[in-house]
């Protein structure tokens, strides 16, 4: 099993930056693949990033590619994500999670891939 805890959410202006990171514990972590999804009200939940296990491997939205940068290390077991150059349409609930290291039919992007989910964290972005 894996536990996430999402931080460094809060309220920044248009063209600003922040960090997310999400703490993991569990013996799984270091084989999972680790997501980003975000959920706007009265929106779907929304892949942002994906990273594998050994993070030589990532995949980003269109939405946030070039503006943002998915890091994990896996001795703390923690995942980063830094978001540049933000928009109020980057205002969502953040969620990280992880798929167990599970084979999977869904691919990075699908949020049934993934088992674990953290609690999420409100970013919100003023224009």
């Known amino acids: 099993q894996v536990q996430l805890v999402e931080s460094g959410g809060g309220l920044v202006q248009a063209g600003g930056s922040l960090r997310l990171s999400c703490a993991a514990s569990?013996?799984?972590?270091?084989?999972?693949?680790m997501g980003w999804f975000r959920q706007a009200p009265g929106k779907e939940r929304e892949f942002v990033v994906a990273i594998r296990p050994s993070g030589g491997s990532t995949v980003y939205a269109d939405s946030v590619k070039g503006r943002s940068t998915i890091s994990r290390d896996n001795v703390k077991n923690t995942v980063s994500l830094q978001m540049n150059s933000l928009k109020p349409e980057d205002t969502a609930v953040y969620y990280c999670?992880?798929?167990?290291?599970?084979?999977?039919?869904?691919?990075?992007?699908?949020?049934?891939?993934?088992?674990?989910w953290g609690q999420g964290t409100q970013v919100t972005v003023s224009s």
């Open positions: 999670a992880a798929d167990g290291g599970s084979y999977s039919d869904f691919d990075y992007s699908t949020p049934q891939r993934y088992i674990y």
């Open positions: 569990g013996r799984t972590f270091r084989r999972s693949t």
